[in-house]
């Protein structure tokens, strides 16, 4: 696992989009597996300025993100299909075609589910998948349990992620309770791996997850397995890390 400890957020979302960049640059076609959440955001304005500067080229990229709230209607501002069109694909010259989100209101979810491992596996598997971390340790929406389920799936929500993501809200009553989204072994099987971490409210999780334990009661710990994995984290976050 590479660590990497920015200066702060600004510099941690460039040197991310300067990695996404690279990637693209290396292999045009490249498949994408993104994250949303207010960590990358900062990565993804970047990306848009590069785009826009001409700097680069998203016409034959494919993107698969890693999760979708359930129920929510793609159009309803808190969906992570409005998220990513108002962050990047609005912005740059991708192919609508190209960009492949979990239907959140879809009436069957394990068709939904075999579909998008489908169209990931069809694609040639993920070359580059950026994460972030939830403050309980969630890597997609693959909470802390007992068991960790392999392949995308429906999944009920931990309080703990319903109250961390009801700042985007109005109240947390309209946080939904459950989302699809991709398993463990759809993350680790992406060909690399870029986790980003930010802020002082992460840091006692960061800890954790570099302390050599894997478990699923912290599923970030298990991208220490992965044999391409870099972390960028704000020097706040990394504030328990030793190296």
Do not use: W
């Not at 192919?95 to 959140?104: R, S, V, W, Y």
């Not at 040639?124 to 340790?137: K, M, P």
């Not at 392949?151 to 947390?172: D, E, M």
């Not at 309770?177 to 002082?200: C, E, P, R, V, W």
């Amino acid at each position: 696992m590479n660590k990497i400890i920015c200066e702060n957020y600004d510099k941690m979302s460039k040197m991310a989009a300067q990695i996404v960049s690279d990637q693209i640059k290396s292999k045009p076609d490249s498949v994408l597996g993104l994250a949303t959440g207010s960590t990358p955001i900062g990565m993804y304005k970047e990306l848009v300025r590069m785009f826009q500067a001409g700097e680069l080229d998203f016409a034959k990229v494919i993107t698969f993100n890693l999760d979708e709230y359930y129920r929510i209607e793609k159009n309803n501002q808190q969906s992570y299909h409005y998220f990513m069109n108002e962050h990047l694909f609005k912005h740059i010259n991708i192919n609508p075609e190209n960009t492949h989100i979990p239907d959140g209101n879809t009436e069957s979810v394990e068709k939904e589910c075999k579909n998008y491992d489908n169209m990931i596996k069809k694609a040639g598997g993920i070359d580059l998948q950026v994460l972030g971390l939830g403050i309980n340790g969630h890597i997609g929406f693959n909470e802390p349990d007992s068991e960790l389920i392999a392949y995308t799936h429906l999944t009920p929500l931990k309080q703990k992620t319903i109250q961390a993501n009801s700042r985007f809200f109005n109240s947390i009553d309209e946080v939904p309770k459950h989302a699809i989204t991709m398993g463990m072994a759809n993350i680790l099987q992406a060909k690399k791996i870029l986790l980003l971490i930010s802020g002082k409210n992460k840091a006692e999780i960061a800890h954790k997850i570099f302390n050599g334990k894997i478990t699923t009661n912290i599923p970030a710990s298990f991208l220490q397995l992965h044999p391409d994995t870099t972390v960028i984290m704000d020097r706040e976050a990394a504030e328990y890390i030793e190296f």
